[in-house]
């Protein structure tokens, strides 16, 4: 089993910034790859930005690029989610993932171990 420990949401004005932090601890060899998903009330979870460690691949949401970086230590497995430029359309809990797949992939289905999310909400 793989345990992801989220930190770093909260209540932000629109404009400005957050920095969200996941760290991975357990049976963590298998993982290939990490990320970040949200979930808004009523709203079907969705993929934020994701790492794929093996390929060097980074995706991220066509509603966040430009404005969120995701980074990560492969030999640690910690991943952060830099938010700038926050909207409240932004508003969700964010989830932090990691997917044993070695193809990369932004789909739920495929993401095996899950954060405990942590609440972002932007006012305007």
């Known amino acids: 089993q793989v345990q992801l420990v989220e930190s770093g949401g909260g209540l932000v004005q629109a404009g400005g910034s957050l920095r969200l932090s996941c760290a991975a601890s357990?049976?963590?060899?298998?993982?290939?790859?990490m990320g970040w998903f949200r979930q808004a009330p009523g709203k079907e979870r969705e993929v934020v930005g994701v790492?794929?460690?093996?390929?060097?691949?980074?995706y991220y949401a066509d509603s966040v690029k430009g404005r969120f970086t995701i980074s990560g230590d492969n030999a640690n497995l910690t991943v952060y989610l830099q938010m700038n430029s926050l909207k409240p359309e932004d508003t969700a809990v964010y989830y932090c993932?990691?997917?044993?797949?070695?193809?990369?992939?932004?789909?739920?289905?495929?993401?095996?171990?899950w954060g405990q999310g942590t609440q972002v909400t932007v006012s305007s």
């Open positions: 357990g049976r963590t060899f298998s993982t290939r790859g």
């Open positions: 993932a990691a997917t044993r797949s070695v193809v990369a992939t932004t789909k739920v289905p495929f993401y095996d171990y």
């Open positions: 790492m794929q460690w093996s390929r060097g691949i980074t």
